[in-house]
Nanobody
C-alpha cells in the first residue's frame, strides 16, 4: 500500500526554473512521520539523492551538485513535498523520484515508498 505521485516535470531550457510536486496517499504511517527525499536517475547510473527534508522540516540536505540551486520543502497538511529547481543545467536532465523513509541519509535500501518518477529534460 501507499502511493507517491510526482508531477511538474517537463522540458525546459538551461537557466530556467522548474518546480516538482509529490503528493502522498495511504502511506503506512502519518505523512509527518517520514523524512522525504528527491532522487534522480539517468540511464546506466545509480539513483542519487538530490534533496532530503527531515520529519520536522527543520533539517534539509543537498549534495554539492545542486546546493544553492535546488530547494526542498513540504506541506504536511497537503501531504506533499516539493522540489524547486533554479538555474537548471543540462546535467540535471533525469527522471526525478520522490521517496519516503524513516530518516534522511539512510540510503536507497531503506526507502519505504517510491513515486513513479517524472522526467525533467534541460536543453541547451
Amino acid at each position: 500500500g501507499g502511493q507517491l505521485v510526482e508531477s511538474g516535470g517537463g522540458l525546459v531550457q538551461a537557466g530556467e526554473t522548474l518546480r516538482l510536486s509529490c503528493t502522498a496517499s495511504e502511506l503506512t504511517y502519518n505523512f509527518n512521520q517520514y523524512a522525504l527525499a528527491w532522487y534522480r536517475q539517468t540511464p546506466g547510473k545509480e539513483r542519487e539523492e538530490v534533496a532530503c527534508i527531515s520529519r520536522t522540516g527543520v533539517n534539509r540536505s543537498y549534495p554539492n551538485s545542486v546546493r544553492g540551486r535546488f530547494t526542498i520543502s513540504k506541506s504536511d497538511g497537503k501531504k506533499s513535498v516539493y522540489l524547486q529547481m533554479k538555474n537548471l543545467k543540462a546535467e540535471d536532465t533525469a527522471i526525478y523520484y520522490c521517496a519516503a523513509s524513516a530518516f534522511c541519509g539512510e540510503g536507497l535500501s531503506k526507502v519505504q515508498h517510491w513515486g513513479q518518477g517524472t522526467q525533467v529534460t534541460v536543453s541547451t
